[in-house]
């Protein structure tokens, strides 16, 4: 499998995309982190886009390692394509409510199959099961850092970044043009269900309980959701 050609090899246009997402991402993170009252700090207020643009970016990498890993294992070519729609409503929301609500969509990984490695494969094609596991992998990892990052929560900075982890987590299922959800919502719901159900418990439970049992915990429920969904 060749990562370096085509799992890790991001083009200008990815790069880019991913910079403008961290970026208004970050606006979001630190719209009302400008000061107090209506006092503005600008060194408060850089400070915070800075760290807002930092904690977006590992969101970004933990979402899409694991996606870029599980395309070319399947023998795709992956493409990280931002979702300008769910970057707008952001912008919209944010302003509307103040930076009181943090909302994003962090956009959606995008596969093509890559001839010579689907050689042999049942349905050559894109698989609409093989892209669901794929943009399961996304929110699954970010999920997973917040949960190794737990131990350690008493730091704010630590704290922030799990907090962008779970929203990265927790966003990235909404079913809407340009986000991964859609891509796991419309051919598997069941699927969906699983995931949707071991997320919002995993961000229930990992600020009380340990690691193993967050993890545990969350997989059950997610099973459990899944079954009553049949």
């Keep these: 499998y060749n990562m370096k050609r085509y799992g890790f090899a991001f083009s200008k246009e990815e790069i880019k995309q991913i910079v403008i997402t961290s970026l208004m991402i970050g606006f979001v993170w630190s719209f009302g982190k400008w000061g107090e009252g209506n006092t503005v700090n600008f060194l408060e207020g850089i400070i915070n886009l800075g760290l807002g643009c930092l904690y977006a970016l590992i969101g970004i990498v933990f979402n899409q390692t694991g996606q870029r890993t599980l395309s070319v294992y399947y023998g795709y070519d992956p493409s990280y394509e931002y979702g300008i729609l769910g970057l707008m409503i952001a912008l919209v929301i944010t302003f509307a409510s103040r930076g009181l609500l943090i909302f994003f969509l962090p956009g959606a990984i995008n596969i093509r199959h890559l001839t010579a490695s689907r050689l042999g494969e049942f349905r050559y094609y894109t698989n609409d099961w093989e892209w669901a596991k794929i943009c399961f ?5 970010n999920i ?7 131990p350690f929560k008493s730091n704010q900075i630590i704290f922030d970044l799990m907090i962008m982890n779970i929203f990265f987590a927790i966003y990235a299922l909404i079913p809407l043009p340009g986000n991964l959800g859609l891509h796991l919502f419309y051919p598997h719901i069941h699927f969906w269900t699983f995931t949707v159900a071991m997320v919002i418990t995993a961000t229930l439970l990992v600020f009380f309980l340990p690691i193993w049992v967050t993890l545990l915990a969350s997989i059950i429920m997610g099973v459990v959701a899944m079954w009553q969904h049949y």
Excluded: A, K, Q, T
Aim: charged letters at 0%.
């Design 144 to 150: 997973l850092l917040v949960m190794l990052l737990s």
């Design 137 to 141: 992998i996304g929110p699954f990892l």
